[in-house]
């Protein structure tokens, strides 16, 4: 696990980009499945900005680590906010997009994704391998789309679950704990100050974290696990140091 922290968003979105860029470099093609939330938007636009033209979009093939069970057109919409930063100003094709399709029955699009990724991805044991998932977390240590109230759905035999948002219960589908923890490489871009004591209690006392944080038991079988923070979010980890 490797831990980096930054004094703003934009040297933070440009050292993810470079370290992209070098797997890139290694790749013909590159699995990635994006987070939803304010600090992907800052790295959509960050790409759209900076390296339109100095990244080969073809090569990548974009996925979702979880989905607001909502049109693509709604703005709580994961795929939007990739569409509207991202998709629309890059060279990227069409057929490189796999959006969770959260205007569909949520159990029958959690099988079909399911399905999408066995075909579109390399399978380890059975079970989709991403070259990348980048991950989230929120203020209650929830990420992707897996929160503390239904910690079980981490242990799903699935590839993807249905999971209820603890306040709004808004539907979601997300991908289980062993398609996280299935992948070549995890990142977490977590970013604000309300976040600083649950990443300090994730990274340095994780084994009691994981009883409350799902995001404490992303655990990639491969090792490759990186944490991007802000300075904020990683303050109180900046005090040990």
Not at 2 to 16: A, P, Y
Not at 93 to 116: L, S
Not at 196 to 215: G, L, R
Request: aromatic share 10%; hydrophobic share 35%.
């Amino acid at each position: 696990m490797k831990t980096k922290i930054f004094d703003n968003l934009n040297d933070l979105n440009e050292d993810f980009t470079l370290w992209l860029k070098e797997l890139l470099a290694k790749k013909e093609t590159l699995s990635i499945a994006l987070s939803g939330g304010n600090t992907p938007k800052s790295l959509f636009k960050y790409w759209a900005t900076h390296h339109a033209e100095d990244i080969d979009w073809t090569k990548i093939k974009f996925f979702w680590s979880d989905e607001r069970c909502v049109w693509p057109t709604d703005d709580d919409s994961n795929y939007k906010a990739a569409k509207d930063n991202l998709f629309d100003h890059v060279p990227i094709p069409r057929e490189n997009i796999f959006r969770i399709r959260g205007e569909n029955d949520p159990y029958k699009e959690a099988r079909t994704y399911q399905d999408v990724m066995q075909t579109e991805l390399e399978t380890i044991n059975g079970i989709p391998q991403f070259d990348v998932i980048m991950l989230g977390m929120g203020e209650d240590g929830h990420t992707a789309s897996i929160f503390p109230h239904e910690m079980n759905l981490w242990d799903s035999h699935n590839m993807c679950v249905v999971a209820t948002h603890p306040k709004t219960r808004q539907m979601r589908i997300s991908l289980s704990g062993q398609t996280i923890n299935a992948a070549k490489n995890v990142v977490f871009l977590v970013t604000g100050a309300p976040k600083d004591k649950i990443v300090k209690a994730i990274i340095e006392d994780n084994e009691n974290a994981q009883e409350k944080y799902p995001a404490a038991k992303v655990q990639p079988e491969s090792g490759n696990l990186i944490w991007y923070l802000d300075s904020y979010a990683g303050r109180e980890l900046s005090k040990q140091k």
